[in-house]
């Protein structure tokens, strides 16, 4: 079975083609003939060795890809599913040695997996999960109510528009950040107000909002630049667990692997997909001989949508 991989941390050039050995469904999975993987930011962390303290114990190869899409080719046996031999379904993974997305088969929990949203394609599909999970579970732990205030920084991005989109689904006024040639981009997921994009992104939220926001998504790191748009008592999500204690403001370190399992958020998410609220965006498709130049393009910064790796059916 063919996978994208790596043996030793490094540049993209690391990523090589793999011959793993084929997997099967146990009790209580499915296996999945991939279609689509989804290129991530956190997968060119794991390349490049950002977490290779908490690796030192997994064996190499390493498959990064924490998104798939694909076609359910076997059921372990007396697994209790819903799903069918031949369904067109997409989930979330967790990476693991070489359990990650980059390849073309691998058997995952049915508490994973659920059919891909109408009339999308199994690429598109591919893009939703991990990113809309993540989105969900900021605006879980935020907590805020119809009519709040949020504010998202890094909105054009896939995490980022998600948030807003999500956002505006649950009835909140949406304050997001945009580059020029992103405003209408960013006006069209459903932001309110779009504020430009830079370092003085706090001051610029609080000239049209003085009182400051409810809640804040952070998804550029903006850290403690976009903090001061936070008004005293509300709530800061990072994705990458940064607090301060400058202030009363409540901190969320959003980890997506806290949602490993939650089939039913993400069929929600498909059902808002299927309904309007959430759009897809893919921006090019690789094929896997090419991982190592997506992974140049991702890090070169300014894509919009994500970079899909389709393998062939």
């Not at 599913?81 to 997409?90: A, K």
């Not at 994009?197 to 610029?204: E, L, P, V």
Request: charged residues 20%; glycine residues 10%; neutral net charge.
């Amino acid at each position: 079975m063919r996978a994208v991989g790596f043996y030793n941390f490094g540049e993209p050039s690391v990523l090589q083609m793999l011959d793993l050995p084929e997997v099967h469904a146990s009790f209580g999975q499915v296996r999945v003939r991939v279609h689509a993987s989804t290129i991530n930011p956190t997968d060119t962390y794991l390349r490049k060795g950002a977490r290779a303290d908490s690796m030192r114990d997994i064996s190499a190869p390493h498959v990064p890809g924490m998104d798939i899409a694909g076609v359910v080719d076997e059921i372990g046996a007396n697994t209790k599913t819903d799903l069918v031999i031949g369904d067109q379904v997409m989930a979330m993974v967790v990476p693991n040695s070489s359990h990650g997305g980059y390849r073309e088969s691998i058997a995952l929990s049915v508490n994973s997996v659920v059919k891909i949203p109408r009339n999308t394609t199994l690429i598109e599909a591919a893009t939703l999960p991990m990113n809309a999970l993540t989105a969900r579970q900021s605006l879980d732990q935020l907590g805020l109510k119809p009519g709040q205030t949020l504010a998202v920084t890094g909105a054009a991005g896939c995490y980022g528009g998600y948030v807003v989109q999500l956002a505006k689904a649950q009835g909140l006024r949406v304050f997001a950040d945009a580059a020029s040639h992103d405003e209408e981009l960013v006006r069209s997921l459903g932001a309110d107000v779009v504020v430009p994009r830079g370092d003085d992104i706090a001051s610029n939220i609080r000239n049209v909002l003085p009182n400051g926001v409810d809640g804040l998504a952070d998804g550029s790191f903006q850290n403690e630049k976009a903090l001061g748009a936070v008004r005293d008592g509300g709530g800061f999500a990072s994705v990458r667990g940064w607090s301060s204690q400058e202030r009363e403001i409540s901190f969320y370190k959003i980890s997506v692997r806290n949602y490993d399992g939650r089939a039913d958020l993400l069929d929600q998410l498909r059902l808002q997909v299927e309904n309007g609220f959430i759009t897809l965006r893919v921006a090019q498709t690789y094929t896997p001989d090419q991982a190592a130049d997506a992974h140049r393009r991702l890090e070169a910064k300014g894509t919009r949508g994500r970079l899909v790796i389709a393998w062939s059916s």
